[in-house]
């Protein structure tokens, strides 16, 4: 018998059940791969939500973010990540923003990687990092405006999108929350590190790079390098791989989107494994309201009388409880009305 025991390296690091290419024999002919929209095209509210529903995630095709944006971020980015230790360490540990390794959160998660995160002021003309954030240099710190002020149109074509499929007037209604001064946008930029040691697991065996969780934002929009990693939930529980796309944007329902819809889109829960050769590299847009935005299923969307499925909440209070969380925890629960 072959006993395999977990490398010291991996220590604080937890193993997770590898996801089968496809869902697994029994579901890949249930799942048809992610959706991918084009938001320009006949359709695109529709093919949204139905996404969104299915899936609480879909691939964005011609986003029309020009590529001269994303791959200046992601130089700065390999960049930053190539420094020394030390020199890293100066922009952290990330409490919540700023580099951080190995830890995410307050609470004791642990991953395989290292990250920026940054919190992002908006503008009507551009986005830029907020000076309450550690940016190691000006250049990553103009690549990230840069590159968020392009996503950021993504993210509310998105969100208008939702509120044309459903039926929810004004068309800004949901990116109008998104969009404001005092919105709440965060972006975090991870880099996981080839994992070797995987290869001394048995191949059943994954190593945690980011642990499953839900985005408690409305949408998050990420974009990644081509190295596979990223894995979703569906609805059955089931987990299954998203083959990278570099030149692709992949949308996330977030956990406000689903109160806000009364639970007909629902966050999708996902996580990342790492990967034994290749670096994985992930930009992501988290797409929040002002802190004292109220938090509500919208009245579009109940019938009359009807009572919301959920509690309101302002997304101040939420960020603060999901703060004292678990990555892993369902944060909506409390809120669900039975
Ligand atoms: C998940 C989504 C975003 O990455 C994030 C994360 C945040 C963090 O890394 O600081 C949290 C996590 C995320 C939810 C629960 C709490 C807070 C880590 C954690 C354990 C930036 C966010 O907004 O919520």
Redesign the pocket.
């Known amino acids: 018998m072959v006993v395999h025991a977990k490398p010291a390296a991996l220590d604080q690091i937890s193993l997770v059940r590898s996801a089968e290419p496809g869902g697994g024999a029994a579901s890949s002919s249930l799942f048809p791969g992610v959706p991918a929209v084009d938001l320009s095209g006949p359709g695109a509210a529709a093919a949204v939500v139905d996404a969104c529903e299915r899936f609480g995630f879909f691939k964005v095709a011609h986003h029309g973010v020009p590529a001269r944006v994303v791959d200046r971020l992601e130089s700065e980015a390999a960049a930053f990540f190539a420094k020394p230790q030390a020199e890293k360490d100066a922009s952290g540990p ?1 409490n ?1 923003l700023g580099y951080g390794s190995k830890r ?4 004791g ?1 642990t991953g395989w990687l290292e990250y920026l ?1 940054l919190a992002v002021d908006h503008h009507q003309a551009a986005a830029a990092v907020s000076k309450a954030s550690p940016v190691p240099s000006s250049s990553l710190r103009e690549a990230v405006s840069e590159y968020v002020g392009a996503v950021r149109g993504v993210a509310a074509r998105v969100l208008e999108a939702v509120a044309e499929g459903l039926g929810v007037a004004p068309r800004d209604a949901l990116s109008g929350m998104v969009s404001g001064a005092a919105s709440d946008g ?1 972006f ?1 930029v991870n880099h996981y590190p080839p994992c070797p040691l995987l290869q001394r697991l048995p191949d059943s065996c994954s190593v945690t790079g980011f642990g499953e ?1 839900t ?3 409305l949408v ?1 929009v990420l974009r990644s390098n081509g190295t596979p990693g990223l894995q979703l939930a569906l609805r059955d529980g089931r987990w299954v791989p998203v083959p990278p796309d570099r030149d692709a944007f992949f949308v996330i329902v977030g956990d406000s989107l689903e109160v806000l819809t009364n639970g007909r889109l629902k966050s999708v829960r996902h996580r990342v494994v790492a990967n034994s050769l290749k670096p994985r590299v992930s930009m ?1 847009y ?1 797409a ?1 309201p002002a802190p004292e935005q109220r938090i509500a299923p919208l009245p579009e969307l109940l019938g009359h009388g009807e009572q919301g499925a959920y509690r309101e909440f302002t997304w101040g209070d939420y ?1 603060k409880a ?2 004292r ?3 892993g925890d369902n ?1 909506l629960d409390p809120f669900r009305r039975r």
């Open positions: 990330a919540p995410i959160g307050r609470n998660d995160l965060v975090r969780h985005d408690p934002q998050s992501i988290f929040g960020k999901a703060y969380s678990r990555l944060r």
